[in-house]
């Protein structure tokens, strides 16, 4: 399946903590951007035909993947001037770069990037700066099964604010953790057919417009998962992210057993 990648909006909340300059999809977790490692985790199961959204901060995506440097995540020997990888990332990715615009909606990028789709019926969808150890394999077999016209993935709220019970007078019934509520949030990870475009109007947001007619057609399914999944909407939570990557801690990255099996691939240094 082709995947597409949201990642044109501004990012405020990321620019508001002092990352004016690179836009959110490429603030760095290690070694690697975000964009880096969805892509990599939709790459590990077999999707390597990807479709950037882009708007702001088009640039630096585009530089990044044009001078690519393979050595930054993979082990290498150097023999004089020739280097050997041991390993590679991005050899067999297809990237498509569109110019969706600086303010369009999800839906309306989406709909701006439907004519590279092609034939396809069906695709995945993401917003390029949510990280998740979620089954993929699993999430698209439900899909195929349940007759949706989109599953979304959720996820349990993330938020560590407490959710107050009150009676009419003010006297306060209970205080319960935001987390341990039996409620669900949208997980930003997307799998759709086309039948998607009849339901999505120009300028129209994919989850407010689509999704929630979807909803109402009982065309909609959520795909629950509860394991490792995190958001980097801000500076601390990609700080988190990258802090975790450090220590070793990093459930995200599933193709990690995998990575003894890759090919070994001489190249030229530049």
């Known amino acids: 399946m082709k995947v597409v990648l ?15 300059d690179i836009p959110k999809p490429m603030q760095m977790v290690g070694p690697r951007p975000l964009l880096w490692h969805v892509m990599r985790y939709y790459a590990h199961y077999g999707h390597t035909e990807f479709i950037l959204c882009l708007g702001y901060g088009a640039g630096h995506i585009k530089d990044y993947f044009l001078t690519y440097q ?36 999800i839906g309306e990028r989406l709909r701006r990037v439907r004519k590279y789709l092609g034939s396809d019926e069906y695709f995945l969808a993401n917003y390029a700066d949510v990280l998740t150890d ?23 709220p993330q938020q560590s ?7 009419e007078t003010g006297e306060v019934k209970g205080i319960l953790p935001v987390s341990e509520l039996s409620v669900w949030v949208n997980g930003g990870y997307f799998v759709l057919s086309q039948d998607v475009f009849d339901h999505l109007p120009p300028g129209g947001d994919l989850v407010a417009d689509a999704c ?6 009982g065309k ?9 999944w995190k958001p980097a909407d801000t ?18 990255m599933v193709w990690d057993d995998c990575s003894d099996d890759m090919p070994i691939q001489p190249a030229v240094a530049p």
Do not use: Q
């Open 6 to 20: 949201f990642c044109g909006g501004y990012g405020m909340r990321m620019r508001n903590s002092g990352a004016d």
């Open 70 to 105: 393979e050595a930054a995540s993979n082990d290498f020997v150097l023999h004089g001037d020739r280097m050997e990888l041991l390993g590679n990332d991005i050899s067999d990715w297809s990237i498509t770069f569109v110019d969706t615009g600086l303010e369009s909606a």
């Open 161 to 167: 604010f407490h959710c107050v019970e009150m009676r």
């Open 212 to 217: 929630a007619t979807l909803a109402g057609h």
């Open 134 to 156: 979620a089954p993929l394999d699993t999430m698209i077999e439900n899909y195929h099964a349940s007759g949706a016209t989109v599953s979304m993935m959720v996820v349990p």
């Open 235 to 252: 500076f601390k939570e990609r700080a988190e992210l990258d802090a975790g990557y450090h220590r070793g801690d990093r459930p995200w």
């Open 220 to 228: 909609l399914l959520g795909y629950r998962h509860a394991g490792f």
